[in-house]
């Protein structure tokens, strides 16, 4: 089974950028579809932006569109999220996911393989 390491949270003021990464231990079945969703208190989680197998599909939430860009480097079997103009409301636990099945992405309750989440907070 995949297993999955996010990190590259922090305190960020607002305006500025952080760059997450999420390590993917080796598919043997080759690239999985990737993802990255949110969680902030007292919300449920929230798809933020996906990415297929190939890179050749990324969907975006629409808070997040033209602000974020996810992207992979499969040499290294790693998912990058780039965040730019970050806003307080940006704030959140941050957690890769993966699975065989990209729209299984839209359907979280489906997801089982899950990073341990890394912290953003994004002071005003």
């Known amino acids: 089974q995949v297993q999955l390491e996010d990190s590259g949270g922090g305190l960020v003021q607002a305006g500025g950028s952080l760059r997450l990464s999420c390590v993917a231990s080796?598919?043997?079945?080759?690239?999985?579809?990737m993802a990255w969703f949110r969680q902030s208190p007292g919300k449920q989680r929230e798809l933020v932006a996906a990415?297929?197998?190939?890179?050749?599909?990324?969907d975006y939430a629409h808070s997040v569109k033209g602000r974020f860009t996810i992207s992979r480097d499969s040499a290294k079997n790693t998912v990058y999220l780039t965040m730019n103009s970050l806003k307080p409301e940006d704030t959140a636990v941050y957690y890769c996911?993966?699975?065989?099945?990209?729209?299984?992405?839209?359907?979280?309750?489906?997801?089982?393989?899950w990073g341990q989440g890394t912290l953003v907070i994004v002071s005003s």
């Open positions: 996911a993966a699975d065989e099945n990209y729209m299984n992405f839209w359907r979280s309750i489906f997801l089982k393989i």
């Open positions: 080796i598919d043997t079945h080759g690239p999985y579809p």
């Open positions: 990415i297929s197998g190939t890179g050749g599909l990324t």
